[in-house]
């Protein structure tokens, strides 16, 4: 049946573009944000950190005799790599003449949109970079915090549950080897870990204050016998069958350190094209990592 014009037909037809950009990256950083921040003076970044371990056994002193003299127990020297990380853009000449929807000058849009993948590329690197000294031309690469926890590690059986016993279990392996006012604050852990931690029953899940954002079932604050430890379900965090990892961290202990700051810096031109980078140096410092706590084998659904 004849219709005589329809749309489909209209070749001279318009297209329908909103000037508006929609726009849900997941790009929050929490380590970033919440770490101090410090500046490293060469590629080996050093610092001095101190630790005595409790007696396990007393031995009683004559009376009148003469005072023994054990091995005194000085600071240790604990260093980590600063690393490199960049973000480049390069827009075409046509590309910033063009008109485009939502964005305004694709360059300008760029430079701001890759900032973001900069940071998001630093908050993956703190978490889960291994030492690479950068030897023989290779790129150097700092510990992050997976590497730094060695003291109060845990592998569980593949497909473990996480339970109030577990987390409860991990502040009492920080409280044996720390001062009760240096067990980790902050939970670190996938979304599914977090949704577990949600449903505890325990007295010690309770709502405290509107203002501090503690809630009975969000449960973004778990008070334990230790103390009180926020919880933040983090997108970064190991999360593949058999080894999805849960950290507790000791905020006030760990630090970046900077040789350079993010900075945006104007290549030279080549070609019909314009081009920057973002760059930034820097590293982690675990001012003594015996105050955290990691243990991997959980359930990916908590």
């Not at 004849?2 to 726009?23: H, I, P, S």
């Not at 944000?33 to 590629?43: D, E, I």
């Not at 203002?211 to 016998?225: N, Q």
Request: with cysteine.
């Amino acid at each position: 049946m004849a219709y005589g014009l329809q749309t489909y037909d209209d070749t001279g037809r318009r297209e329908d573009l909103l000037d508006v950009l929609g726009d849900v990256s997941p790009d929050e950083t929490p380590l970033l944000t919440l770490f101090g921040t410090g500046t490293a003076k060469g590629t080996l970044h050093e610092w001095m950190k101190h630790n005595i371990a409790r007696p396990t056994s007393v031995q009683a002193d004559v009376e009148g005799g003469d005072t023994t003299f054990p091995d005194l127990t000085q600071p240790t020297r604990a260093n980590n790599i600063t690393q490199i990380i960049k973000q480049g853009i390069r827009v075409s000449r046509t590309e910033r003449r063009v008109n485009v929807a939502a964005t305004g000058d694709p360059y300008a849009f760029q430079k701001a949109d890759n900032l973001r993948q900069l940071k998001m590329k630093m908050e993956y690197a703190l978490l889960n970079a291994v030492k690479a000294s950068g030897a023989s031309g290779s790129a150097r690469q700092m510990d992050g915090i997976d590497a730094w926890i060695t003291t109060n590690t845990t592998a569980r059986n593949s497909g473990t549950s996480f339970s109030e016993t577990e987390l409860n279990d991990m502040v009492g392996d920080v409280w044996t080897n720390v001062d009760p006012d240096k067990v980790f604050d902050m939970v670190v852990c996938t979304f599914k870990i977090k949704q577990a931690i949600a449903g505890f029953s325990g007295n010690s899940t309770r709502y405290i204050d509107a203002t501090e954002r503690r809630l009975v079932k969000d449960v973004l604050v778990y008070d334990s016998a230790g103390g009180s430890h926020r919880i933040f379900a983090h997108k970064d965090v190991r999360n593949t069958a058999g080894t999805t990892t849960v950290y507790g961290l000791r905020e006030d202990l760990f630090k970046t350190a900077y040789i350079d700051k993010p900075m945006f810096e104007e290549l030279a031109k080549t070609g019909d094209s314009d081009k920057g980078h973002w760059v930034t140096e820097l590293t982690l410092e675990s001012l003594e990592e015996r105050a955290s706590v990691k243990r991997t084998g959980y359930n990916q659904n908590g």
